[in-house]
């Protein structure tokens, strides 16, 4: 997945009308930062965060500040709400634990005057020791300046589906599942946007696969009936993709129906186990059987189902034996799974605290790839054993090899098997690597 930097594009379309904004996509750039910094010449650099660039971050910015000494560094993101302290560095001017659109313009508004910073909710600044006046917020609504990345658009893709645009609708979850780290980012209620303003965006989107990265677009049937109803009033006809929980499914199959018959053609559903005791233990508030329930429910609407799972640290041969049977048993025309990876500032990172193979204490090694919590019934490099088997059950099943040709077509299947041939090499590597680290085979 290349997925369009929607974070940045919020800040571009808050202050794109005071400031000259560009955007640089590192991931898919072909030219250097020093090179388009020295072209473009900015007074200030941002940078979004997930755990896993905290260093990266450090490193771009100590090389700006080296290029333009007097220039301001701001980092936000996912890394910046959960421990911005992980950005308490000489290269960095300004922290965002959360991003309005009051502190941010607080904040360039002083930069561009050269005066003083005063003490500014949600932002902690290096010349205030970092000390910050209100913390107890969360990322407001924007609406992206999807222009800002017109030179990336085609290029930007979910799975199969290319070009996709992203869209989010609604912040929030009340699931609260005990790994995940959104609803603390988020907030553990749902705030959704009101459908007209949805459908304002789905009008500017050009793309033709929409991609819905809400925690659960499905939570509220009768707001999927007022979408529908604008799609096929004003006859849009795009493609979507959402994450789905067993749960929203199960309660309004309905819901499915509907927006299967107005593009819905995936749904990302977190199964997480097969072992209705670690549902329990995740907080999930479903059972084994509801993951059948959603299963089918899917399948009869023609709806193609992305199941995720986690891999627990606790499992031993017998259970990801188990794992693999039920993987064929549920039958999702795609399947993706991660060992279990707790996030700082969750229940679960407190309770697996002392197992973390990678103890940062800004988690950068939280990867979703990289086994995260010691196993406790084999050794890493068997439990690595036990990963790449599922790999290769997954990668070598006629079934999805076939599905993901008449789905997405050649090119799209050698791409994604070519991604998924790397990570299977990562896991083949990794062992030898952890070994040399922790002296643990």
């Known amino acids: 997945m290349v997925c369009e930097p929607l974070g940045l594009e919020y800040v571009a379309g808050v ?16 030219s250097s930062l020093e090179t388009v910094f020295k072209s473009f ?25 080296k290029m333009a000494p007097g220039i301001a560094t ?3 993101g996912t890394q910046a709400f959960l421990q911005p302290g992980a950005f308490y560095h000489e290269a960095i001017d300004h922290v965002f634990k959360y991003t309005d659109s009051d502190n941010l313009t607080k904040v360039l508004n002083c930069i561009a005057a050269n005066k003083p910073i005063p003490l500014i909710p949600g932002v902690h600044s290096r010349c205030n020791d970092y000390d910050v006046s209100d913390t107890n917020q969360h990322n407001a609504f924007f609406a992206p300046d999807r222009e800002a990345t017109a030179e990336y658009r085609h290029r930007y893709s979910y799975f199969g589906y290319r070009p996709c645009a992203l869209l989010q609708t609604s912040m929030g979850c009340s699931n609260t599942c005990r790994f995940c780290v959104r609803w603390k980012i988020e907030g553990a209620l749902e705030q959704d946007l009101p459908v007209t303003e949805v459908m304002s965006e789905i009008r500017r989107i050009k793309e033709p696969h929409i991609m819905i990265i809400d925690n659960n677009f499905l939570h509220d049937h009768s707001r999927i009936e007022a979408l529908c109803d604008s799609l096929e009033k004003e006859k ?23 927006f299967a018959h107005n593009g819905f053609c995936a749904a990302i559903v977190g199964f997480e186990s097969f072992k209705s005791s670690e549902l329990d233990t995740y907080k999930k508030k479903t059972s084994v059987e509801d993951n059948d329930k959603a299963r089918q ?13 986690i891999l627990h640290p606790d499992w031993d041969k017998n259970d990801f034996k188990k794992f693999r049977k039920y993987m064929k048993e549920l039958q999702p025309e795609v399947s993706t799974f991660s060992p279990l990876t707790p996030f700082p500032d969750t229940p679960l990172y407190r309770e697996y605290q002392t197992r973390l193979l990678n103890p940062s204490t800004h ?43 008449r789905r997405f077509g050649i090119v799209s299947t050698i791409r994604l098997c070519w991604f998924s041939f790397k990570l299977l090499i990562k896991y083949v590597h990794f062992p030898f690597q952890q070994t040399s680290v922790s002296g643990n085979g």
């Open 74 to 76: 701001l980092v936000g």
């Open 236 to 258: 849009i006809h795009k493609k979507f993709i959402c994450y789905a929980s067993v749960k929203s499914i199960v309660a309004h199959p309905q819901s499915v129906e509907r």
């Open 297 to 309: 429910i899917l399948k009869n609407n023609q709806v193609d189902c992305w199941g995720s799972f």
């Open 363 to 405: 988690g950068t090694g939280l990867d979703f790839a990289s086994i995260a919590v010691r196993p406790s019934q084999m050794s890493i490099r068997a439990y690595h054993r036990e990963i790449i088997k599922c790999n290769l059950y997954l990668s070598l099943r006629y079934s999805s090899s076939s599905y993901l040709l």
């Open 15 to 30: 202050i794109g009308n005071q400031h000259c904004v560009k955007i640089l996509d590192m991931i898919l750039e072909s």
């Open 41 to 65: 010449k900015p007074n200030i650099v941002g940078f979004s965060s997930l755990c896993i660039d905290v260093e990266n971050i450090k490193v771009m910015a100590s090389e700006i500040k």
